[in-house]
């Protein structure tokens, strides 16, 4: 779903006040029904182009503002959005039509019209949109011919029948695509993206709402904005929180405080916070749907290797940096899948406890293989650099692992760049890195969500690593119309063990999310695939 997991900042400066953090709050004093909500966002950003955006920040502020054809319910639960009900397919499966509610409007005022889906779907599988998450929407019709510029956009398998009835037409089955259309897929006001073209999304006045909050005060690069009752929102009345002010806030200690203070009411939790909140009633903490993980520029000479990659791998005592880094209740990696993300469909087992541990912690054989990577190189040494989001979490991961390869790969050299989120990304999109610390989050339960990140052919994969053996596979997990449900999890198991095993990707830990909420606040709840939404939100 999202390209690099949000980090978690956590400030060692800080620490000497981290006992504040377990005494509970000071938010004591009553709120009328109309005061302003006061939440934080860990980084900036990227963009308010839902077709484009791949980042957790961005996500988190488009689906406060926007709402899909499908939402979620107050416990995660696909139901009807911007839809009339949550529809049936036909044709075996593969086309989709949906009546778009009549009161559905944008906050001007205009309806919400089946064109205006049209228009983001189109946009995102563009390929001069250069969107990363373009293949979220790979089972429509057509969609490899026009993400490769071979058929104009307007060929892609989504049209507006008539103002309210939009249909989708797959290539085959695709059983969770009303999870994507819940979290990840919502429409663009037509009129305004023809004014702005690729510069829709890039502030809040270049972008429209239809959802339960309008976007103000954001600028592109902004560090506080705030989301306002959309009045026009189909379902306005069930809103109950007419403002949410937003503050970008990276380090953990400060905004700890800010909520003892009570300058606001939701806030995230990282390492020692975590564990000096361990009793606090105000503390939520929840397993997250997502995978931290290293990737490796395949088209530079040392990292193409596959040894190398290995080495790497064996490093990393994964334990410890979910124990001893993290402290933050984030889970070791036992592969590239997490806990939680699909289960057998005849024994509805966990597909990760299915597959088991692929991963170890072996320094000797880590320096074994290094040796050996050396040699077939025709090299002695070695500088690479490690690429990580500049957050304060992300950093101690990133000094966790560059202290283990020095120690256990002789002749290599670590140099860390730690740059904003949206600038990882970008570099890391463009393949200017060696080894990225990188991660995804999905919004749906299905573990080819993660695969997919290996792939060499993926719009998401920054690693271009291109090995046949895999895309084969992933080619026939893809392939929703030969394979049985039972058959493609089969082969989903088999593609997990081969990307792990080769290192493909580096799979380090499971992340967890953890929040303080006001207990003035009701309605805000968390689940492994979706954060809380504002517009469930309650003054108690």
């Known amino acids: 779903m999202n390209k690099h997991v949000m980090g978690l900042g956590l400030s060692l400066g800080l620490l000497a006040i981290v006992g504040l953090a377990g005494c509970g709050t000071t938010q004591a004093q009553s709120k009328s029904k109309n005061a302003t909500l006061g939440v934080t966002l860990v980084g900036n950003p990227a963009t308010a182009d839902p077709a484009i955006s791949g980042d957790v920040n961005s996500s988190s502020m488009i689906a406060q503002t926007e709402e899909g054809l499908y939402t979620l319910d107050k416990n995660g639960k696909v139901v009807a959005g911007v839809a009339e009900k949550v529809v049936k397919p036909t044709q075996n499966g593969t086309v989709y039509t949906f009546k778009i509610k009549k009161n559905a409007k944008w906050q001007n005022g205009d309806p919400v019209t089946a064109q205006d889906f049209v228009t983001s779907f189109e946009w995102q599988v563009n390929p001069k949109s250069k969107s990363q998450v373009a293949n979220k929407l790979k089972y429509l019709k057509n969609y490899d011919a026009v993400q490769s510029g071979k058929l104009a956009p307007s060929k892609l398998g989504v049209k507006a029948l008539d103002a309210h009835t939009l249909q989708l ?44 909050y309008k976007l103000v005060g954001w600028s592109g690069n902004s560090d506080s904005w705030t989301y306002v009752k959309n009045d026009h929102y189909w379902n306005a009345k069930s809103v109950q929180i007419p403002k949410v002010s937003v503050q970008v806030v ?28 361990a009793k606090n009633p105000e503390m939520t903490t929840t397993l997250n749907s997502s995978m931290r993980f290293l990737e490796f520029n395949d088209k530079r000479t040392v990292t193409h290797n596959t040894k190398v990659r290995q080495a790497f791998s064996y490093i990393v005592n994964r334990k410890q940096v979910t124990d001893n880094v993290l402290q933050d209740g984030s889970q070791a990696a036992k592969s590239l899948i997490p806990t939680g993300d699909g289960n057998d469909p005849q024994t509805g087992e966990d597909f990760a406890k299915e597959v088991g541990n692929l991963v170890s912690y072996n320094p000797q054989k880590a320096t074994t293989l290094w040796n050996q990577a050396k040699k077939e190189l ?63 989050t999905t919004g749906w339960r299905d573990p080819a969500d993660f695969l997919q990140m290996a792939d060499g052919t993926s719009s998401v994969n920054f690693t271009k690593w291109k090995n046949a053996h895999f895309t084969n596979l992933m080619s026939e997990i893809d392939n929703t119309a030969k394979y ?57």
């Open 378 to 440: 025709g090299i002695k040494k070695a500088s690479l650099e490690l690429l990580t989001a500049d957050t304060d979490e992300q950093q101690h991961v990133a000094q966790y692992l560059q202290q283990q390869a020095q120690k256990y790969m002789p002749g290599l050299k670590i140099t860390i760049k730690a740059l904003p989120l949206a600038q990882q990304i970008n570099k890391g999109s463009q393949g200017n890195y060696d080894i990225d610390l990188d991660g995804w």
């Open 484 to 540: 049985t449900t039972q058959q493609r999890w089969n082969l989903m198991k088999k593609a997990d063990t081969y990307v792990t095993q080769q290192a493909g990707l580096v799979p380090l830990y499971q992340q967890a999310k953890a929040h303080l909420v006001s207990k003035q606040v009701g309605g805000l709840k968390y689940t492994m695939m979706s954060d809380a939404q504002y517009k469930y939100a309650y003054w108690k």
């Open 169 to 212: 037409t797959l290539s085959k089955p695709q059983p969770w695509l009303p999870d994507i259309l819940a979290t990840a897929e919502y429409p663009m006001k037509t009129d305004l993206f023809k004014k702005y073209g690729s510069h829709y999304g890039t502030s809040a006045a270049k972008t429209m709402s239809e959802g339960p």
């Open 250 to 277: 990276k380090d953990a200690g400060t905004a700890v405080n800010l909520f003892k203070s009570g300058k606001v009411q939701e806030t995230y939790l990282t390492g020692q916070y975590i564990k000096q909140n």
